[in-house]
């Protein structure tokens, strides 16, 4: 079966002979194009396709997050800014990470940034040169990679083990990856798109392999929230590291507050980099605009029963479709420790980027195919569960219906 093809009419794409395209660096023309998109691209004129593709919940923003940021506009707040972050809310960051994991923060380390994404641009503009490698456990968020290869870093897959129990870590094939041009490690934990969630061993290794060889970390735990098994919080690199480790902490809003749409981060850094960073901002954004800020500091002072709120549906999003699919008898599913996603693959189904089209059209539902995020995620499809019960059972009854319709397609 030939995977179908966008019903929308498309601008025209030039061909690779266009003179405007040889203008183009080539490490920048050869950036791919993000397999998550295309399928939402696909699927998002379709009417009653029901959207899991995407990594955010169906919850908007809280009024009161919202309303700070009107009372801001009102009071005029509309002029540039300090390209570092508003003080007030550099200050309540340092709050709010004391208060989660205990430890005294300082605001001079949090710098407030155009989206979790921007936060990662800038921790690898610093870490990485042309030519220079960056190690990424695989399957994984394939930004990351992409954001690496816009500067014209590598980025070096190290694909997780999958056994009976899920993903786990190879600290051995990292190591073993390690080159003379390598500069960093990135790690996502609990990670997206496996629900991996790193042990404290886990990230007293990575950190030991890091002190060795002279490499930043740059610490992905915008989940860290999400988090099912022992303990509120997932393990931290903060819980095991010393003052002078060179780890580069990247945060966003989106996730915990339902602030995907709004595009506001944070970097947390050793004070040291702070002209550099300073610079890497105004010379990108020119800073964050003050409204959006002072919805920032509302999360954080007032949005505590929310992120309770958002953890206990997904946790319970979690066991209704894992329960759900593991009763089809055509998947292979470990239930995730962390984040907000089910990775799973799909009995007779090899080829998941057609898979998931046809899904879009044949049960009105939209994943992500697994070919989106690296070595390790080929036979395996994500499905983003930070949802509301209705909804998940209509999908959990679609797609059940589906695979239990449906023999297996050689």
């Known amino acids: 079966m030939t995977a179908p093809s966008p019903s929308t009419p498309q601008r025209a794409v030039p061909s690779a002979a266009d003179p405007c395209l040889d203008r183009v660096r080539a490490h920048v023309r050869a950036l791919p194009e993000s397999g998550i998109v295309e399928v939402m691209n696909y699927g998002r004129a379709r009417g009653g396709v029901i959207p899991m593709w995407a990594g955010e919940g169906d919850l908007p923003t809280p009024a009161f997050i919202s309303h700070a940021a009107a009372r801001s506009l009102e009071a005029g707040e509309t002029f540039y800014t300090w390209q570092r972050g508003l003080p007030e809310l550099r200050a309540a960051l340092a709050r709010y990470i004391a208060r ?84 960093a490690i990135f790690v996502n934990s ?20 890091a002190r060795r060889h002279g490499l930043w970390i740059v610490a992905d735990e915008i989940y860290g929230r999400f988090h099912y098994g022992e303990g509120a919080l997932a393990p931290s690199f903060r819980d095991v590291m010393e003052d002078d480790d060179h780890i580069l902490f990247v945060q966003t809003f989106s996730k915990n507050w339902a602030m995907t749409g709004w595009r506001i981060g944070w970097l947390e850094a050793p ?21 959006m800020q002072r919805a920032a500091i509302a999360a954080l002072e007032q949005g505590e029963p929310f992120v309770a709120e958002q953890v206990a549906r997904a946790k319970a999003g979690r066991d209704l479709m894992c329960a759900a699919l593991a009763a089809t008898g055509r998947v292979d599913l470990v239930p995730p420790a962390g984040a907000f ?22 049960a009105q539902v939209g994943l992500a195919p697994g070919t989106a995020f690296g070595p390790g995620g080929e036979r395996f499809l994500r499905l983003c569960f930070a949802r509301g019960e209705t909804q998940l059972a209509d999908v959990a009854q679609r797609l059940s219906g589906w695979l239990t319709a449906r023999r297996e397609v050689p």
């Open 341 to 362: 996603y089910l990775f799973f693959g799909v009995a007779g189904e090899p080829d998941v980027r057609r898979l998931a089209l046809r899904l879009v059209d044949e």
């Open 271 to 291: 004070p040291a980099l702070g002209q550099v960073i300073e610079n890497l901002i105004q010379y990108s954004t020119s800073g964050v605009a003050a409204f």
């Open 100 to 183: 989660l994991y205990g430890v005294a923060e300082a605001p001079e380390r949090f710098f407030v940034t155009g989206s979790g994404m921007q936060a990662i641009q800038i921790a690898f503009t610093m870490a990485l040169g042309a030519g220079e490698e960056l190690l990424l456990p695989s399957p994984t968020w394939p930004n990351a990679a992409a954001a690496a290869l816009k500067i014209g870093a590598v980025p070096v897959p190290v694909p997780f083990d999958y056994g009976p129990t899920g993903f786990t870590f190879d600290h051995d094939r990292l190591e073993r990856a390690v080159t003379p041009r390598t500069r």
């Open 190 to 209: 609990p990670a997206n798109p496996t629900g991996f969630v790193a042990s404290h061993d886990d990230l007293r290794a990575i950190l030991a392999l």
